[in-house]
T-cell receptor, first 113, second 114 residues
Framework: SQTIHQWPATLVQPVGSPLSLECTVEGTSNPNLYWYRQAAGRGLQLLFY??????ISSEVPQNLSASRPQDRQFILSSKKLLLSDSGFYLCAWSLGGGLDTQYFGPGTRLTVL | QKEVEQDPGPLSVPEGAIVSLNCTYS??????FMWYRQYSRKGPELLMY????GNKEDGRFTAQVDKSSKYISLFIRDSQPSDSATYLC??????????????FGKGTLLTVNP
């Protein structure tokens, strides 16, 4: 069966510091991968998605970036965090080829102080 | 008008009640409909997935889609305290290609009181 991991689970960072969140998927090959941010009262905001290694599409202009160095690894980064980057970050995966259902990881709660 | 509207609640019901959760949407291209359950501080988990209009049942959960009214519902029978969570509706237009984006409602917070 497929599993998705995210780490760290919780992170507290000062403004201006860098960020690296990691997501890995097990039990499937060539998944579509997604990064979302969930802020209170604002729902799920799609940040990036990837259909393959090195292929990243950005949904929202911001100071975040994403990379997919391996088939089942997805990384969310920032060079300098802003207060507004605080939130709950979720990674998700789906099968390619027409199936829309996305499966979410446990999330990373980021607080920027 | 937002693409997907969902009443945020909160909704509080006694144990054993029938719960009705709803979403409306404006994009007639949406074809795939999902319901996710999210416990506090956890990632959303898929509950139900439907493609066409009509009902789909899974245990105590029933998903209903009315494409003519652009309205979807999730019914929970014999609700339990363990059903207390935020419920998110999601939908997709399946526009082709190898990536499929979901449009989410903001979620309804449900509390089932013992």
């Amino acid at each position: 069966s497929q599993t998705i991991h995210q780490w760290p689970a919780t992170l507290v960072q000062p403004v201006g510091s860098p960020l690296s969140l990691e997501c890995t998927v097990e039990g499937t090959s060539n998944p579509n991968l997604y990064w979302y941010r969930q802020a209170a009262g604002r729902g799920l905001q799609l940040l990036f998605y990837s259909v393959g290694i090195g292929q990243i599409s950005s949904e929202v202009p911001q100071n975040l970036s994403a990379s997919r160095p391996q088939d089942r690894q997805f990384i969310l980064s920032s060079k300098k965090l802003l207060l507004s980057d605080s939130g709950f970050y979720l990674c998700a995966w789906s099968l390619g080829g027409g199936l829309d259902t996305q499966y979410f990881g446990p999330g990373t709660r980021l607080t920027v102080l | 008008q937002k693409e997907v509207e969902q009443d945020p609640g909160p909704l509080s019901v006694p144990e054993g009640a029938i719960v009705s959760l709803n979403c409306t949407y404006s994009n007639s291209a949406f074809q795939y409909f999902m319901w996710y359950r999210q416990y506090s501080r956890k990632g959303p988990e898929l509950l139900m997935y439907t493609y066409s209009s009509g009902n789909k049942e899974d245990g105590r959960f029933t998903a209903q889609v009315d494409k003519s009214s652009k309205y979807i519902s999730l019914f929970i029978r014999d609700s339990q305290p363990s059903d207390s969570a935020t419920y998110l509706c999601a939908m997709s237009a399946n526009s082709g290609g190898s990536n499929y984006k979901l449009t989410f409602g903001k979620g309804t917070l449900l509390t089932v009181n013992p």
